[in-house]
């Protein structure tokens, strides 16, 4: 009951008035049991938070745009591994709905998890959807979780080609650790019907007995297969660490399938570093990786 009375103080108010160090101290508590050491950090998740508050570069601010990362991604790796996109919109107009193709993905530049899947425009509400979009327009996505790179981004709407796997499934996502650019860790994303699954490799591919924790669906996965693409994924890494090569720590997100690779996002702070690995020698372990 305490626990429930703490969250909903700092999700009120009181996270406002707290600075960024502070909130990171206290909301990392709330969501893990302990607060992190922010001075000489040593878990994975701590120098995550390190990088928040002390790193503030103008490559990491680009590649937060989902715009101007694809320039990044272009002269790095090449423009194959980009999803094509439709277009980009101040905002969504009936004009530019009714140009749109029946099936596509919409985003928005500035932040994260703002995504609307269109699979048939005819079963859609335009007027539903662009209220969402609205709603993201007006939204400063670096106060929800003090990330600093999405502050003041250019606002648009970005519509790209909807990514799908064989008998129009989804495409799976893969997400690589990049640390000094070079993979060490990587994890298969795949929605299932009991929930999103997250299945841990090595740089070797080898299987892991590895997850997050999350406080809202605690912290047992269970010891994932043995990876059956090989070939795509040692592409993957090689992608992966051509992007990650600027960065001392840098997530690279991509779609994959048998034959092709589409890059997801470039992520700053993964899990905005309140998700560390489990169990804790593993985020320990994955700290010691990354060098300041």
Known sequence: MLQKILH?????????????????????????GYLPDLDTPKRLSEKIHYIKLNEHS???RL???RLKVRDYVTEKAGSEYLIPLIGHYKTLTPKTWNSLPDRFVLKAAHGSAMVKIVRDKSEENFAEIRAQTENWLNSDYSNIGREW????????????????GPDEKPV???KFFCFHGKVKLF?????????????????????LDLSFRFPES????????????????RKAITVSEKLSEDFNFIRVDLYLTENNIWLGELT?????????????????????????
Do not use: C
């Open 8 to 32: 909903k103080l700092f999700w009120g108010v009181f996270r406002h008035l707290l600075s960024d160090r502070q909130y990171i101290r206290i909301r990392h508590y709330l969501e893990n």
């Open 172 to 174: 799976t996502e893969y």
């Open 268 to 292: 700053n702070f993964p899990g905005n570093g309140f998700n560390p690995l489990v169990p804790d020698e593993k985020d320990l372990y994955y700290g010691k990786m990354l060098r300041f």
């Open 63 to 65: 590649v937060a745009d």
């Open 149 to 164: 790179v999405y502050k003041n981004l250019p606002r648009h709407i970005i519509a790209e080609e909807l990514l799908e």
């Open 218 to 233: 605690g912290t047992s996965t269970p010891l994932p297969a043995p990876i059956d693409n090989e070939s795509i994924i």
């Open 58 to 60: 103008d490559l990491r």
């Open 187 to 207: 994890y298969r994303f795949e929605y299932r019907p009991d929930g999103a699954r997250r299945s841990f490799y090595d740089e070797n591919l080898t299987p």
